[in-house]
């Protein structure tokens, strides 16, 4: 299987043209990124088809690729339900965001609920639930990246971390948004070449899908064999089922570095034709998934599931080497790892733009700092969220299984983000008060429970292992309704002037754009 001592020249080969790729790019970009817009929204210059796929790019990361072909892998049908969420959630993007966000807003979440409440207690909470969110996910991708690294090219895990943490922050602070969006093209581009090149080997091999999920099914091992075609292995009840898809499929719609990319189009149709594109890119992405996770099952068999890690997280590098070899394994291994670059950029950049355009500029400086002086401070929030990233990464290990943890950071995105953005936008009585208390409470709740669940603690494969008797793997059923609750709550129990006369102004301009900022070309 995949090699993991010796340094693996062939994996080299196609690491660094990929890699010397995205850096040519960030120093292209590193001239149109010196001002705030250039910084944060790429200059409002990016064409719908280009952000359709930087979305598919910034959204399909190593919980997509590696951690869901690992579940599916390891479990079968309950793997699958992870990539049924993820793309169904987009629905709720483009029904209810998509063009809202890019009329109401300029660079970040906070921009929208700023402009309706009042405006420091309002960007504090949307920095908060950023911050979190971010937190989850980009710990997650650092995993990722530093098991794909150990295995393939045979360094230490801690090392491999460290490497994908100073090329995410090489994009960022050099190249800003402009970059960012470009390595994330780049990497749809190589990434949905290469899962279909596999796909399509994985059926000429097994000759059909049915034949493959047959084949699945005969070779999922002995009694205690965790594979299933039927639900219950994963997720082992109903609820836990409920509960993971509505973080799913209500966490995308918080997500801040995938709503920050509606700021870097010119306008709001071309906010919601990236959506279309990137709903095309996503669901042909997730339904090949699906081969690949039971093309291991097939190929690897039970006898694999030791070789694809603690989590799965190697099946689909471990497939690509039977299929193809050790250079189609390092070919597969290159395009993921430029997978996970391209999530982790467009993380930091959300998570530092939080900091620098909602804290600093917004509240510390009280607006009164330079668009220079703001980028500066972004760039350098940038490079302390990666220090402190890479930091618990090497510390967590490479235990978790990659989807797992992102699971966990769209029911933080459910909980605290969403609740507080569509209230904002469709409720006439909202207030501060109200948005405060549903991220606070929506954040809260969300770790609380991630913290006491049973995948945390010792003995996860049974309800022993929470210390307060908790059973649901994910908490998005409880945390997303306790959000909501407290946005309720906090509003109808106060009162606040002037709010309700800046929702008719917020409601037009999310509707029709007028006043909204255009690109410059525009």
């Not at 059926?203 to 047959?214: A, D, H, R, T």
């Not at 209500?250 to 920050?260: E, K, S, V």
């Not at 407290?486 to 929702?503: D, H, I, P, Q």
């Amino acid at each position: 299987m995949v090699p993991v001592a010796a340094v693996n020249t062939t994996a080299l080969l196609f690491f660094i043209p990929i890699v010397g790729l995205t850096l040519v790019v960030t120093f292209w970009a590193s001239r149109r990124a010196q001002t705030a817009t250039g910084f944060y929204a790429a200059g409002r210059g990016i064409t719908a088809p280009q952000n359709g796929f930087a979305i598919a790019g910034d959204y399909l990361s190593a919980a997509s690729f590696l951690g869901i072909a690992g579940l599916i892998y390891i479990y079968g049908f309950d793997g699958f339900l992870y990539s049924i969420g993820f793309l169904v959630a987009f629905l709720t993007v483009m029904f209810l965001l998509a063009e809202r966000m890019r009329n109401a807003g300029k660079f970040t979440i906070a921009d929208v609920l700023a402009f309706r409440l009042r405006e420091r207690p309002a960007r504090v909470a949307a920095a908060i639930g950023t911050l979190a969110v971010a937190a989850f996910y980009l710990i997650a991708q650092m995993v990722g990246a530093g098991v794909l690294i150990q295995a393939l090219v045979g360094i230490d895990f801690a090392l491999a971390v460290l490497i994908t943490g100073g090329f995410m922050l090489i994009y960022v602070i050099l190249g800003g948004m402009v970059a960012t969006t470009w390595v994330q093209i780049i990497k749809a581009v190589l990434l949905m070449i290469g899962i279909l090149v596999m796909s399509v080997w994985v059926l000429i091999k097994v000759g059909s899908p049915i034949e493959l999920f047959n084949r699945a099914e005969a070779n999922k091992g002995g009694a205690d064999s965790t594979f299933s075609l039927g639900p219950g292995t994963f997720l082992p009840k109903p609820i836990d089922t409920v509960s993971l898809g509505l973080a799913l499929v209500l966490g995308t719609a918080g997500l801040p570095h995938i709503l920050m990319r509606f700021f870097t189009v010119p306008n709001a149709k071309a906010a919601r034709g990236s959506v279309v594109w990137a709903m095309v890119l996503i669901g042909a992405f997730y339904l090949l998934t699906t081969f690949i996770g039971y093309g291991a099952r097939v190929f690897l068999g039970p006898e694999g599931v030791e070789a694809a890690g603690t989590g799965g997280n190697l099946a689909a590098p471990n497939l690509a080497e039977v299929l193809g070899g050790d250079v189609f394994l390092a070919i597969i291994t290159a395009v993921a790892f430029a997978t996970i670059l391209a999530v982790v950029a467009g993380l930091v950049l959300s998570a530092s733009s939080a900091i620098a355009h909602d804290v600093w500029s917004s509240i510390i400086r009280k607006g009164k700092d330079s668009e220079k002086e703001e980028v500066v401070v972004a760039k350098v929030a940038a490079l302390g969220i990666g220090i402190i990233a890479m930091a618990i990464a090497i510390i967590g290990g490479s235990g978790l299984n990659v989807s797992f943890m992102v699971g966990l950071a769209f029911a933080i995105a459910a909980s605290a983000n969403f609740p507080a953005l569509l209230l904002a936008l469709t409720w006439r009585r909202f207030n501060t008060t109200g948005a405060i208390a549903g991220v606070l409470t929506g954040t809260l709740s969300a770790i609380f429970l991630i913290i006491v669940s049973p995948k945390v603690w010792p003995g996860a494969d049974s309800v022993t292992g929470s210390p307060i008797g908790w059973e649901l793997s994910n908490p998005g059923i409880v945390s997303i309704p306790l959000g909501f609750l407290a946005c309720y709550l906090g509003t109808v129990l106060t009162t606040e002037r002037g709010a309700e006369r800046s929702f008719h102004e917020l409601r037009v301009r999310s509707e029709t754009g007028l006043g909204a900022e255009q690109a410059a070309a525009h």
